[in-house]
């Protein structure tokens, strides 16, 4: 049976648009105290996987600030408000960032991204019967579309290609689904 750790002291350090940072005082089960970070992230966010009617896959590729580098990802973001539902958040996100829109999407998969320090939370959907529009990016987005096969993001995966834990998740999950027919 695993001790129980007790957090005595929570400090605000850092208030961001969407993220808080926190130093949390933990008493260890041995008495002892140590720091930990703890990062809330205060919206959660919702994805989708966006399958077109042939099986593959619409992609966005982006600049990543943390990585320093481009990713290539399923289309994501936060939600508007505490309240909006994560699948309005997943819909305007496949229209915002790849231009499709779709009346067929269905929950695929609920994500704790990293549960070491944080506690973001992500809804993934599935799309389907996509029908084409345009891109309505934010200000602060350059996205390009890119459409892969799963067969090539599962590749690309297991090449160390595709890293983002939520896109990673949705293509295995989506794999699985598939498999299972």
């Not at 966006?50 to 399923?74: C, H, K, S, W």
Request: aromatic letters at 6%; hydrophobic letters at 40%; charged letters at 30%.
């Amino acid at each position: 049976m695993i001790e129980i750790l007790k957090r005595i002291k929570r400090e605000l350090v850092y208030k961001g648009s969407i993220l808080d940072i926190y130093k949390d005082t933990m008493q260890l089960p041995n008495g002892k105290t140590e720091e930990w970070d703890y990062v809330a992230h205060r919206m959660g966010a919702a994805a989708v996987l966006p399958v077109l009617p042939d099986g593959r896959i619409v992609m966005v590729r982006q600049y990543r600030n943390a990585l320093e580098r481009e990713t290539l990802e399923i289309p994501a973001g936060c939600r508007d408000s505490l309240t909006e539902d994560t699948l309005v958040s997943a819909s305007r996100e496949l229209e915002e960032e790849t231009g499709y829109h779709s009346d067929d999407i269905s929950f695929l998969i609920s994500l704790k991204t990293t549960v070491a320090f944080c506690n973001e939370s992500i809804d993934v959907y599935l799309a389907k019967n996509l029908v084409k529009g345009e891109q309505h990016l934010d200000d602060a987005e350059a996205i390009e579309v890119e459409i892969h096969s799963l067969d090539e993001l599962c590749d690309m995966i297991y090449k160390g290609q595709l890293q983002d834990s939520k896109t990673v998740s949705a293509i295995l999950a989506y794999s699985n689904l598939v498999n299972k027919k």
